[in-house]
């Protein structure tokens, strides 16, 4: 199976401040056509999972442009320029390329 | 707009069987995979497979083969999950999530395994 490690996986950080999330995966997530199925969720307390970004960089309808995702192969990140409060939960990646489909541990972003 | 919407929790017995339906509506029910994802108290999400609504293939996750049985009915456009056998440590929320780039999400449904 295919191993995503996040890290960190808790991040207190500042409102207002920028934060940045780390995915790596154990193999690489470009399948034979190119195409890279990285995600990133995020959960809300008590909510479920919710998507942001898709195939490593495009961002849903409704995400705030201060959420953005790059990476390539094996390396990922999702980066909030400006955090704000609406933003505290827990932020998953996801890997869609290989089965069986798998999940980073999740990263707790908490505000300081 | 698409949308999920599951059926209520559920409270079972260790060794019963729960089955969680998925009812799909705002696009072509066939047209996308349904994924299983469930996530115990506290924990994180874990894939547990997925089914094809156009032809009813399945892929199961390793951990769930043998107690897992995804099917679908295309007359409601919804899909049923069920997990026979069960332990303590199937207590959690269970999710369906649309397509291999798993958007939307169900609301999810809590199913609670306790003596």
């Known amino acids: 199976d295919v191993v995503m490690t996040q890290s960190p996986l808790s991040l207190p950080v500042t409102l207002g401040q920028p934060a940045s999330i780390s995915c790596r995966s154990s193999?690489?997530?470009?399948?034979?056509?190119?195409?890279?199925?990285l995600h990133w969720f995020q959960q809300r307390p008590g909510q479920s999972p919710r998507r942001l970004i898709y195939?490593?960089?495009n961002r849903d309808s409704g995400v705030p442009d201060r959420f953005s995702g790059s990476g390539s192969g094996t390396d990922f990140t999702l980066k909030i320029s400006r955090v704000e409060a609406e933003d505290v939960g827990v932020y998953y990646c996801?890997?869609?390329?290989?089965?069986?489909?798998?999940f980073g541990q999740g990263t707790k972003v908490e505000i300081k | 707009q698409v949308q999920l919407v599951q059926s209520g929790a559920e409270v079972r017995k260790p060794g019963a069987s729960v089955k969680v339906s998925c009812k799909a509506s705002?696009?072509?029910?066939?047209?996308?995979?349904m994924h299983w994802v469930r996530q115990a108290p506290g924990q994180g999400l874990e894939w547990m497979g997925m089914?094809?609504?156009?032809?009813?293939?399945?892929t199961y996750a390793q951990n769930f083969q043998g107690r897992v049985t995804m099917t679908r009915d295309t007359s409601t456009s919804t899909v049923y999950m069920e997990l026979s056998s069960l332990r303590s440590d199937d207590t959690a929320v269970y999710y369906c999530?649309?397509?291999?780039?798993?958007?939307?999400w169900g609301q999810g449904t809590l199913v609670t395994v306790s003596s």
């Open positions: 089914i094809n609504p156009s032809a009813a293939g399945t």
């Open positions: 195939k490593v960089s």
């Open positions: 999530a649309r397509g291999e780039l798993a958007h939307p």
């Open positions: 705002g696009y072509t029910f066939t047209n996308f995979y």
């Open positions: 996801m890997q869609g390329t290989h089965w069986p489909r798998t």
């Open positions: 193999q690489s997530l470009v399948n034979s056509v190119g195409d890279t199925y």
